[in-house]
């Protein structure tokens, strides 16, 4: 319930739009039937996905309204402790918008965030709209981006660019969490926090260290997992008396 | 997409708040799940369903915001096949969006909405909030109420009045689902007007036949058959490869 007074404070705030709202409430179903705890196929993408950033050369991490509402500080957080950059990347893309999520993030303690305004004057191929906008000093030249809460289209175009991506998706099914290279199944709210602290005990391994967690993980089994977990939720909930007595 | 329109609509017009469009993302996962077309256990719900509003005493509608949004029309048809009442009932309640909502129900056709301003005097036992607030002539003394989107501490109120309550819910597993006597497990677009068709062909039935349908319809079975079809949905998907080559 948090979670939504969150989204609705940043509705009101012009960081969320109402398509971030609904798309929120997709999310929750799919949390729902997750069982709302991060499950270990989640951990595995997690040490995955930090691995990878520890790794990168130019390491961002994309940031849009709902993330930008819902987790602010571990965004920040984030960003230090893997040395990345913070973007600012749009689906509906204002000046305002662009304006008033920085200005969040930098309340939050972000010290500089691009692709607002000017900024973005790079493009990105396959995408239309104002999506394709990114920093030349951030998505454009990054080798790891971590897309919180992406849209399907973008996840692809950036993958066609041969960047290493990063999801966090709570559908397993979807476009994103299927095209990603690193897709973790978890509530962005539950998973963020975990990657912070992950990053802090990441950083104190070898580089050959973090290789290896990343040549050992595989995308596809942990789709697979994630819904194979759903699933048998769903099984034992089929079989018992649905009906409530009143 | 046409239907997150309409309630970004209803949302510019003071119809919907920004927990509803939340509430309706939730939804969508669902309607995704099950695979976003009726469903014969949803064909058998629609039947009892209207059975039963056909042989109430005093059958009402119960209209929220997303609803009114969504099948303001649908309502109107539906109360005058079956001779229900319409009401506005709001989970956040002011006066200005009770208005809008029964401006928009009048626009659409109805010709009496109950439910606003000092109509909505009663109270409901059990609940907290505006949403206890009912209309004498409406909800406090119908026998058959129908709840398209409701939640799940209203229905199980309703219940405990002595009401038979009928559901429009995506989600099989929720409150609201299984606490309903009849429960139609589909997408409020598509089973509004399959309801107000069924009323015109069920009118010409006699209450001996009318009264058969409901005494052999099970919403026990009608859940459990909701969740096995999305847990076959889920078992084709899991068992292939679920990333995408880019």
Redesign the interface.
């Known amino acids: 319930m948090l979670i939504?007074e969150k989204?609705?404070e940043g509705?009101k705030r012009g960081i969320v739009v109402?398509?971030g709202?609904?798309?929120?409430?997709?999310?929750?179903?799919?949390d729902?039937l997750i069982g709302e705890s991060t499950q270990p196929f989640a951990l595995r993408a997690i040490e995955a996905a930090v691995a990878a950033l520890l790794l990168a050369k130019h390491p961002v991490i994309s940031v849009n309204g709902n993330t930008a509402a819902l987790v602010p500080r571990e965004v920040v957080e984030l960003a230090e402790e893997v040395n990345a950059k913070i973007e600012v990347n749009l689906f509906y893309r204002t000046r305002e918008r662009e304006e008033a999520i920085a200005e969040w993030l930098r309340m939050h303690g972000a010290r500089e965030v691009l692709g607002v305004g000017e900024d973005a004057l790079a493009t990105i191929p396959e995408l239309f709209s104002e999506r394709r906008r990114v920093s030349p000093r951030g998505i454009l030249v990054a080798d790891v981006v971590l897309v919180p809460l992406e849209d399907g289209d973008r996840t692809?175009a950036l993958?066609?660019m041969g960047k290493t991506v990063i999801a966090i998706d709570l559908?397993?099914?979807s476009?994103t969490?299927?095209?990603a290279n690193i897709t973790i199944v978890d509530n962005v709210v539950r998973a963020m926090p975990l990657m912070v602290e992950k990053a802090r005990e990441l950083k104190k391994k070898t580089r050959e260290e973090l290789a290896r967690i990343l040549e050992s993980y595989d995308?596809?089994r942990v789709?697979?997992e994630a819904?194979?977990h759903?699933?048998k939720r769903?099984?034992e909930?089929?079989?018992s008396?649905?009906?409530?007595d009143?």
Do not use: D, M
Not at 21 to 30: D, K, P, Q, V
Not at 241 to 244: F, G, Q, S, V
């Open positions: 939504r989204l609705v509705f109402p398509e709202l609904i798309a929120h409430g997709r999310g929750e179903c799919f729902y692809e993958r066609r559908n397993p099914l476009r969490a299927r095209a995308n596809n789709l697979q819904l194979l759903i699933y769903l099984q909930l089929a079989s008396k649905l009906t409530l009143l």
